[in-house]
């Protein structure tokens, strides 16, 4: 086991589709556009939640055999959410009320700006922020200076990240309401769904998939006009966000489940419920070829077979998992809420353990994979970048 020292004197540093056939392989991500303005940012690297609009939570990263501490950063409160990463910049969200831009190279914040409390992950979209906050605002800011652009005011808190459709921006509410805006932070739409929406909307096509937490209904929604395709009941509540991978959906429950679905005949096909402890599924699954991987509160990172739910290897971690996994290669990367902040890096195919960090405090958050690194924050407000020194 590593046990990493966090270097908090670092300069206050880093504030961190055959129908129903799973396809054999992932679609690839598109390329990140600059927006125009007065200034030029690297297109994104890790714009989103979960790394895309689908929602896979899969990166494409060279990383090290053995991850070791480049740096960490220091910011007032706890990080919920995962920091986003364009070209040398990384963007992460503070329960203290602010918002963090940090060189990746070194740890150093750039720029912070404060937009009250945050367990949403930031969204990037050209060369701009977006993310919300708990009293249920929306902001935009500039990604090279942090100045505020403007800011739209829903009916209840937000900590499901952005997503985008185009230029539009969408994302979900507490007031059940799933949000689409345009660039100047116009309402183009708003549609109720079953309750209050703790997870980020998947955007495919000019389709996007959210979920209330109330009764577990899938809702199919057209982008452009915020009108409801059809939906998928999913047989229990869920606050996750659902991976799309071609004609399929898959989402982590808490009511003890993992659910595959099929978009074409809108159905549940499978259905894998723990055997034992009956505890939530609190972390979104990362979906690779043929493979579901998924947290529970049980303490055990499960991966299922992504056609019939069937239960391939389970690993024992010490805490609950709320942290959503993610795949890089043919490796999986995850933190759990143990007080030493335990932090794993776990064989895909067969759930052996390849490596295991401290990070002195529950992750509750997911990862940002970067070019050669992955960054993840911690309940004590340590945002840790891990790779090779």
């Known amino acids: ?5 966090p270097s908090v004197l670092c300069a206050a540093l880093l504030s961190l589709s055959a129908a129903a ?5 992932l679609p690839k991500k598109p390329a990140d556009k600059d927006s125009p303005g007065p200034f030029r940012i690297a297109p994104a690297i890790w714009p989103v939640f979960r790394g895309d609009a689908t929602m896979t939570g ?9 991850l070791e501490e480049r740096w960490t950063f220091k910011t007032g409160d706890a990080i919920e959410g995962s920091p986003i990463i364009a070209g040398e910049v990384v963007y992460v969200a503070s329960l203290d009320k602010h918002l963090y831009a940090i060189e990746l190279a070194t740890g150093k914040q750039k720029w912070k700006v404060k ?3 945050m367990k949403a992950s930031p969204g990037m979209k050209g060369n ?4 919300g906050n708990l009293e249920g605002v929306f902001h ?22 952005a997503n985008f459709h185009g230029e539009n921006i969408i994302f979900g509410s507490h007031d059940s309401n799933l949000y689409c805006l345009n660039p100047e932070g116009k309402k183009v739409w708003a549609t109720p769904v079953d309750g209050p929406i703790n997870s980020t909307a998947a955007v495919v096509g000019d389709r996007t998939f959210a979920t209330g937490c109330e009764n577990g209904v899938l809702h199919v929604i057209d982008a452009k006009t915020g009108k409801e395709l059809g939906n998928i009941d999913l047989g229990g509540s869920t606050v996750t966000t659902a991976a799309v991978v071609g004609d399929w959906v898959y989402a982590s429950m808490v009511s003890n489940q993992v659910v595959g679905a099929d978009l074409k005949g809108l159905k549940k096909v499978w259905s894998f419920e723990a ?4 505890q939530p599924f609190q972390s979104s699954p990362a979906v690779t070829t043929g493979l579901v ?22 690993f024992v971690t010490e805490g609950q998992v709320d942290a959503s996994p993610v795949i890089v290669g043919d490796r999986v990367y995850v933190g759990c809420l143990s007080d030493d902040g335990n932090f794993y890096v776990l064989d895909l195919k067969t759930g052996k353990k390849i490596q295991e960090l401290q990070l002195f405090s529950p992750v509750v958050g997911s990862v940002a994979v970067g070019p050669d690194s992955i960054l993840v924050g911690t309940d004590k407000g340590l945002l840790y970048c891990l790779g090779k020194k």
Do not use: H
């Not at 056939?21 to 392989?25: I, L």
């Not at 935009?140 to 990240?161: H, P, Q, R, S, Y």
């Open 140 to 161: 935009c800011v500039n990604a090279a200076d942090g100045k505020l652009l403007w800011k739209f005011e829903a009916d209840g808190e937000i900590t499901a990240a």
């Open 275 to 278: 055997p034992k402890r009956q």
């Open 1 to 5: 086991m590593t046990r990493l020292i």
């Open 58 to 66: 899969v990166g494409t990263a060279k990383l090290p055999d053995q």
């Open 128 to 131: 701009r922020i977006y993310v």
């Open 21 to 25: 056939q799973p396809p054999s392989d």
């Open 115 to 117: 937009l009250g409390a």
């Open 293 to 314: 991987i998924a947290g529970s509160r049980d303490k055990k990172v499960y991966a299922l077979d992504a056609k019939t739910g069937e239960q391939k290897w389970n």
